[in-house]
């Protein structure tokens, strides 16, 4: 999960069946954003399904993407509760900004550009970090995030090995 993801280069049948994959497995797990090496696979993109501040809802997938925050005046940090499906059942404040947008190709090689605030702009964010290698955990103050894996590891027998799932 600490190292960046290998570019997706082929947008063919494999990476639609991938992606049908992390799909169904992100429903499964009751999550709101999955990335590849969440299943064991490296390979730059991740999917979602998740509402913004407005309560719409926005879905989608994006390979190789490229984040954009806010700075400045325009940066505004919202510290509130994050999960991760590679850490179940444990929650921390997380501060980052409130709205982000990212740019990538979805499965077909197509460009796409999302743009989110609230629970969107934080998925947006968390997963492409963990395309780049970073897991939500790396981002809290060292206390909390000892903390936050010392309850990971206390749950971990409530979860299959594993888990979400591995592919292939």
């Known amino acids: 999960m600490h190292r960046p993801l290998r570019p997706i280069t082929s947008f063919d049948d494999i ?8 799909v169904a497995t992100m429903y499964a797990a009751d999550g ?3 990335a590849a090496n969440q299943i064991g696979v490296d390979a730059a993109v991740f999917v979602f399904d998740c509402p913004d501040d407005d309560h719409n809802h926005v879905r989608g997938v994006v390979c190789n993407p490229a984040l954009e925050l806010p700075e400045g005046k325009d ?3 919202d510290d509130s509760e994050e999960g991760c499906l590679s850490l179940p ?3 921390a404040d997380c501060a980052r900004p409130d709205s982000a947008t990212v740019h990538g190709m979805d499965y077909t090689g197509s460009a796409v550009t999302y743009t989110g605030t609230g ?4 998925c947006l964010q968390h997963e492409t970090d963990h395309l780049y ?3 939500f955990a790396d981002r809290l103050p060292e206390r909390a995030r000892k903390q936050l894996l010392q309850q990971a590891e206390e749950l971990a027998a409530d979860y ?3 888990w979400p799932v591995r592919y292939g």
């Open 133 to 135: 290698g970073t897991v």
């Open 32 to 34: 709101v954003g999955l």
């Open 160 to 162: 299959a090995p594993g």
């Open 15 to 22: 990476l639609a069946v991938l992606v049908a994959d992390m």
């Open 89 to 91: 059942g444990v929650f």
């Open 119 to 122: 629970l969107l702009a934080r």
């Open 75 to 77: 940066r505004k940090l």
